[in-house]
């Protein structure tokens, strides 16, 4: 019947199909690349495991006698379970897989240099842009000079008297390292009589940090530490309105312009000629993590706020290690399949370790080679990213700063 003629036909594909195979076994190119052996006792599998060869190394040196047929070496490894094998994969000789590891290496190795340079270079921005010390002159001309911007301010600004920092318009000459000390010196001077106590003496020369010394009872660094605080919010307050001026202090109301001064000490106060500085460098490109810490702290009001095209940057920073880690995995993903794994399961663990490095590298080792100030280790090197953006941060030890401003997040 119809049924029965069918039947007949496949048999006969199957017979041809079976013809050919045998045919391709004579020919001197067929060679058997793998084989799976299923034993019926486990101490038999144990067996076999222990007195065949496991490794290439064994392999290569195996005797004759102890060879498949007397001419073939081989090698013998628990086969993984029947679910984890890619049998498409298992046509692929162990030389093409070795020179596929090596090409998906390299490829994998030039993602995580682009990607390592893009977030160092990205994470040096925002480094800059949060810790800068880039004061606000026209802000400070008006707390110092009085409305328009006073004796640093044009003659339109004078006239126009105007009380906010927008409406001054600083002389084409101005030059905050000269214009503001001539006049603060003096002032400041004024001011640690204003804002010292009976038997406490407030020193706020120029280009120096505020700091009390006790005349007659000592005072331990946590306590002194508080009073600079207290000190330093009252000569702040006072800057803003003479509303706010301490009413204990009998002359703050004439004082006002004492918060100005003092951050334009510290950012304006020039170096002279040392052993290690040139003449005419400003402290503050000096000063240590903690110090620039302390100046943003207390100068805050008079820092110049970032621009829109920083703020979308110091965003982007933010967001671009976990946006490029997560881009890296899918790559990696992707490209881990051209190695031609034999099981899923050393194809998960590749990419695993792919992966791992990959956000290693990008977060913890990143965040120490970009954050850490050790100068030492890049000079010499002609290349601008190796020497401005590595080992060129703030932090020259793993002190109390560093655990706040990069450990902690780290963790």
């Known amino acids: 019947n119809r049924g029965e003629r069918r039947m007949q036909k496949f048999e006969q594909k199957l017979e041809a199909l079976d013809q050919r195979i045998r045919q391709l076994k004579r020919q001197k190119f067929f060679k058997t690349k793998l084989a799976f052996v299923t034993f019926s006792e486990e101490a038999s599998y144990v067996k076999c495991l222990d007195a065949s ?10 005797k004759p ?78 707390a110092i000079g009085g409305p328009g911007g006073g004796v640093f301010g044009t003659n339109a600004s004078r006239l126009l008297a105007s009380s906010t920092f927008g409406g001054v318009t600083l002389l084409e000459d101005f030059k905050g390292t000269d214009a503001f000390e001539s006049v603060c010196r003096a002032e ?10 009976p038997g406490l003496l407030t020193l706020m020369s120029w280009g120096s940090f505020l700091t009390l010394m006790p005349v007659s009872d000592a005072m331990s660094a946590t306590e002194k530490g508080v009073k600079v605080k207290t000190v330093m919010k009252e000569i702040a307050d006072c800057g803003v309105t003479q509303e ?21 000490g510290l950012t304006y106060h020039t170096i002279t000629t040392t052993a290690i500085h040139a003449g005419g460098e400003r402290s503050v490109d000096s000063f240590s993590d903690l110090q620039l810490s302390t100046l943003r702290e207390q100068c805050d009001g008079f820092l110049e706020k970032p621009a829109f095209g920083d703020t979308v940057l110091i965003v982007a920073t933010i967001t671009a290690v976990t946006i490029i880690n997560a881009l890296l995995k899918v790559v990696i993903k992707s490209i881990s399949a051209f ?34 100030a050790i100068p030492e280790l890049t000079r010499g090197i002609s290349s601008p990213f190796v020497r401005d953006v590595l080992f060129h941060g703030n932090h020259r030890d793993f002190d109390q700063m560093w655990y706040k401003d990069i450990g902690g997040p780290l963790m």
């Open 188 to 197: 400041l001077a004024a001011c640690e009589v204003t804002y010292s106590e």
């Open 65 to 142: 006698e102890d060879q498949f047929r007397g001419m073939f070496p081989y090698t013998v490894t628990p086969a993984p379970a029947p679910s984890d094998v890619m049998f498409e994969n298992l046509d692929v000789s162990e030389t093409s897989r070795f020179w596929r590891r090596c090409a998906i290496g390299l490829v994998t190795l030039t993602l995580l240099v682009v990607s390592f340079s893009t977030i160092a270079f990205l994470a040096t921005e925002k480094r800059r842009l949060l810790t800068s010390t880039d004061m606000n002159e026209e802000a400070l001309a008006l």
């Open 339 to 372: 190695e031609r794994h034999v099981s899923f399961i050393s194809l998960q663990s590749n990419i695993a370790e792919k992966v791992f490095m990959a956000q290693f590298l990008n977060t913890a080792v990143l965040l120490i080679v970009v954050n850490a």
């Open 53 to 62: 060869p496991r490794g290439w190394v064994a392999r290569l040196f195996m």
């Open 244 to 264: 706010r001026c301490s009413p204990a202090r009998a002359e703050a109301a004439d004082r006002r312009g004492c918060h100005a001064c003092y951050c334009a």
